[in-house]
């Protein structure tokens, strides 16, 4: 058995154990240098937190264990396709790779499939069914939102 089988396998185990629980079928472990430093399982049932993924929840943890946001070096083993929400997440925090055991096609079936939110998201803006807009809001009385944040990064 590969690396890469026995991290996809202890994430598939978790997705089971949060199924026994009543959870649903989802597992993720984040591993950094051959090691697993994180695991996570979809708790949206039992925290009705719709961010609750079992990535979500494993990238979270990871970054508590590193003391950083920056997860670079890092690779998150999911027990499934991860949904477009978890991805940017991971890319957001440096994860170099993921890899996943079922795919959205195995998940269609369960309605466990997240296919037509990557393809709805691949439409431009106007064309999505969530509507989005830029609306350029500026505060007359305040410093420039994210110039004052760059000059206090520079002060720090």
């Not at 096609?105 to 296919?115: F, I, Q, R, V, W």
């Not at 709805?120 to 110039?147: G, N, W």
Request: proline fraction near 6%.
């Amino acid at each position: 058995m590969t690396p890469e089988q026995r991290f996809l396998r202890e994430a598939i185990e978790l997705a089971h154990a949060n199924v026994e629980k009543g959870g649903r079928p989802f597992g993720a472990v984040v591993v950094k240098d051959g090691k697993v430093i994180a695991g996570g399982v979809n708790e949206i049932l039992r925290t009705n937190d719709p961010t609750s993924h079992a990535e979500m929840n494993a990238i979270r943890a990871a970054s508590q264990t590193l003391g950083s946001p920056n997860l670079a070096g890092c690779t998150v083993y999911a027990s499934g396709h991860p949904c477009p929400m978890c991805m940017a997440a991971m890319r957001m925090a440096g994860v170099g790779a993921v890899l996943y055991a079922y795919s959205n096609e195995d998940a269609a079936p369960y309605g466990l499939s997240t296919a037509a939110v990557y393809a709805d998201l691949a439409k431009p803006f106007a064309e999505q069914t969530l509507k989005i807009r830029h609306e350029p809001v500026r505060l007359e009385s305040r410093e420039d939102l994210y110039a004052g944040w760059k000059k206090r990064q520079g002060a720090q």
